[in-house]
T-cell receptor, first 112, second 116 residues
Framework: AQSVTQLDSHVSVSEGTPVLLRCNYSSSYSPSLFWYVQHPNKGLQLLLKYTSAATLVKGINGFEAEFKKSETSFHLTKPSAHMSDAAEYFC??????????FGQGTELSVKP | EAGVTQSPTHLIKTRGQQATLRCSPI?????VYWYQQALGLGLQFLLWYDEGEERNRGNFPPRFSGRQFPNYSSELNVNALELEDSALYLC???????????????FGEGSRLTVL
């Protein structure tokens, strides 16, 4: 069965410092993995996706994620946080039947 | 180009009543998905419609049902409402019917259902 675990429910960083949001996955086959972002009172938006091509994936707004099979991880990073990055971030794995399995979410706060 | 639109934005019902939520996908998208985002439970897959047919449903009781119309818009019905049905209901659409290949769902802003 497919699952994802987001290791932190809340992360707080200062503006201009690096961001690290951690995600581990479990999959019975080669997974497709994604990160989505949800800003307050907005719909979810796809940040980036891994679908068995390059293991280092670049997304929108300067975010990246690295697929590490040996560690079953897909952590999201950004070199320098911006105030506008404050939002909830979801690590997601695809399942059969048109289904996406969402992690519990990590709320990112950015302090000035 | 218009995104995924959902109505109503907010809906308040009492236990035992029925709720109907509506979704219009992005033009050209034939697949529509419904997710429930309840406090403390995260996003849970509810239903997937493609070309007017229900293709898959999540682990929800039969009182959660829906349909997809010929214009690909969709409706989610929740019968015999219970307090725990209070949640944000998100609709999404995609070009890729199975979503497993691209993972790119385009989400609406949701309909918040409150059951009193």
């Amino acid at each position: 069965a497919q699952s994802v675990t987001q290791l932190d429910s809340h992360v707080s960083v200062s503006e201009g410092t690096p961001v690290l949001l951690r995600c581990n996955y479990s999959s019975s086959y080669s997974p497709s993995l994604f990160w989505y972002v949800q800003h307050p009172n907005k719909g979810l938006q796809l940040l980036l996706k891994y679908t068995s091509a390059a293991t280092l994936v670049k997304g929108i707004n300067g975010f990246e994620a690295e697929f590490k099979k040996s560690e079953t991880s897909f952590h999201l990073t950004k070199p320098s946080a911006h105030m506008s990055d404050a939002a909830e971030y979801f690590c997601v794995v695809s399942d059969t039947g048109g289904k996406l399995i969402f992690g519990q979410g990590t709320e990112l706060s950015v302090k000035p | 180009e218009a995104g995924v639109t959902q109505s109503p934005t907010h809906l308040i019902k009492t236990r035992g009543q029925q709720a109907t939520l509506r979704c219009s996908p992005i033009s050209g998208h034939t697949s529509v998905y419904w997710y429930q985002q309840a406090l403390g439970l995260g996003l849970q897959f509810l239903l997937w419609y493609d070309e007017g047919e229900e293709r898959n449903r999540g682990n929800f009781p039969p009182r959660f049902s829906g349909r997809q119309f010929p214009n690909y818009s969709s409706e989610l019905n929740v019968n015999a409402l219970e307090l725990e049905d209070s949640a944000l209901y998100l609709c999404a659409s995609s070009l890729d019917p199975g979503v497993i290949y691209t993972g790119e769902l385009f989400f609406g802003e949701g309909s918040r259902l409150t059951v009193l």
